[in-house]
Each structure stands twice: as structure tokens, then as C-alpha cells.
């Protein structure tokens, strides 16, 4: 559509130290995303960026105090992952969003479990010339291997709308 880019993102993460937390482990993860213009081969510098989370080990679940920023929900699916609906850190819109189990499938040969997030919300967007609430629509889709928790594949489709006449007027 108008104003779309087609993307490829490379998301390299890197656990870098571990502490207790009243007797959990919380693994400190450092997480480097960049993304990629597929037409031109350019870096898309304001949806890449680099993130320091702190994770429970047991639950994959944020651990307060541990990032470079407070987050709540899991960073990814945790070790023996349930068909439940998790909430999962959403680092596009800062905040946490829900993840439904589907079904089982196979996909790629490998058993999985397809947890997926529909959702359409208002946002408040804090990139530089945008600075305001947007409209946020996505469809993510995560396949995920039961046992390990390892997602195995991940589909994602999301756009922000920003208001025109508020950010004509500011």
C-alpha cells in the first residue's frame, strides 16, 4: 500500500551475563535488530536498534530491574510452552501484547505450536517528526517448538496510521 516498505529484519541475540534474583536466574539478553529496505538493500535505521533485556530463565518472563528499560511479559516462549495465551514484550509499540495459541502444526518438518497476535490499537508513536498516537495494526504469527520453546519460524504484518490532521497541525 501507499507509504509500505517491504523489509527483511536480522534480530541477533546475545546472552552476555546472568545474576540470582532471590533465587532465580535471570540471564541478561542483549538484542540487536536491524532491518532492511528488500528493494534497495538499505538499512532502515528507525525500525533497527539495539535493546538489553533481563529474562527469568525458568519462565522467559522480563525480570524487572535487569534492561535498559522497564518491560513486562515474556521476551520469547519459555521451555515446555503451554497452548495458552501468553503476553508477549512488543518492543514496536513499548508495550505488551497478546499471544493465542492456534494449533498444532507441522511446519518446516518440525511439530510446532502456532501462537498468534491480531490486534488493532491506538499508540503513542515516540519516533522524531511522528510524536504522537497512532493507529497500530498487526498480524503475528510465531511457530514454535513445544519442548524447547525455540520459535522456529515467525510471519509478521504490522502498519502504524498516523492522523494526518493532528500531525499537520501538531
Partial sequence: GQGSTEI??????????FHYDEGRKVIVIEDNTTVYDTETGTVVDMASGSEVHGIYAD??????????QYREG???????VNKKTYQMWNTEIAATSPV??????????????????VETRQVYDPTESIEQDVQYT???RY??????????DMEKAS????NLF???IG
Wanted: aromatic letters at 12%; glycine letters at 8%; a negative charge.
Fill in 159 to 162: 502498519e502504524k496510521k498516523v
Fill in 8 to 17: 527483511r529484519m536480522v534480530r541477533e541475540t546475545t546472552a552476555t551475563d
Fill in 74 to 80: 515474556i521476551f520469547t516462549f519459555p521451555p515446555g
Fill in 143 to 152: 511457530w514454535v517448538e513445544p519442548h524447547s520453546g525455540s520459535v522456529i
Fill in 59 to 68: 519462565t522467559a518472563e522480563e525480570a524487572p530491574d535487569y534492561g535498559d
Fill in 138 to 140: 498487526t498480524t503475528t
Fill in 100 to 117: 493465542r495459541f492456534v494449533r498444532e502444526e507441522d511446519h518446516g518438518g518440525i511439530h510446532t505450536y502456532l501462537f498468534e497476535t
Fill in 166 to 168: 493532528n500531525y499537520l
